[in-house]
T-cell receptor, first 115, second 114 residues
């Protein structure tokens, strides 16, 4: 158990819908990262938040957005869903955004299926 | 942009034997971190081992060790005394010192034959 929690574990929804994935980082971790794992794209970095502020952005679609709240939990919002958005979405956390912190702990993931 | 390549989509090994998984990466940076993550059927991503680029000594964690060749930009993982529980997808990952995101390879599926 990494200490990172993600809900829900599984999500099945229809094209065009909107969903919200939730992540709670390890106690004390200020940074949260979101990754997408799909069959065709592999594991890709989406976005990072540090203490409530967006810190880095990767291959995140405009239909996707994220935020980190004062209690440090994070939500990833996916809208206008397409079949290709079906994937495993991971949240990871680490202690700080400083260059000396390099260990990211991954949550169990949310499996999203768009039908 | 940095890229990570795992040229072996699948590998198999007999239980108790040794197997080496390959990884190469491309970067223009001199200071960075490299990782191997394990993803068993449960889908959980588990950190196996990490290596700091400035360290010449290869990292070791119990039965897991790496062969880090900085000039060749190669970072292979050796698993000794393979166990059935080692069966998983293994991902090589890169992180530059100045950034936090991990760049992953495509993964190698490791099968352990009893």
């Amino acid at each position: 158990d990494s200490g990172v929690t993600q809900t829900p574990k599984h999500l099945i929804t229809a094209t065009g819908q909107r969903v919200t994935l939730r992540c709670s980082p390890r106690s004390g971790d200020l940074s949260v990262y979101w990754y997408q794992q799909s069959l065709d794209q592999g594991l890709q970095f989406l976005i990072q938040y540090y203490n409530g502020e967006e810190r880095a952005k990767g291959n995140i679609l405009e239909r996707f957005s994220a935020q980190q709240f004062p209690d440090l939990h994070s939500e990833l919002n996916l809208s206008s869903l397409e079949l290709g958005d079906s994937a495993l979405y991971f949240c990871a956390s680490s202690a700080t955004a400083a260059q000396y912190s390099y260990e990211q702990y991954f949550g169990p993931g949310t499996r999203l299926t768009v039908t | 942009a940095q890229t990570v390549t795992q040229s072996q989509p699948e590998m198999s090994v007999q239980e108790a034997e040794t197997v080496t998984l390959s990884c190469t990466y491309d970067t223009s940076e001199s200071d960075y971190y490299l990782f191997w993550y394990k993803q068993p059927p449960s889908r959980q991503m588990i950190l196996v081992i990490r290596q700091e680029a400035y360290k010449q000594q290869n990292a070791t964690e119990n039965r897991f060790s790496v062969n880090f060749q900085k000039a060749a930009k190669s970072f292979s993982l050796k698993i000794s005394d393979s166990q059935l529980g080692d069966a998983a997808m293994y991902f090589c990952a890169y992180r530059s010192k100045g950034a936090q995101k991990l760049v992953f390879g495509q993964g190698t599926r490791l099968t352990i034959n009893p």
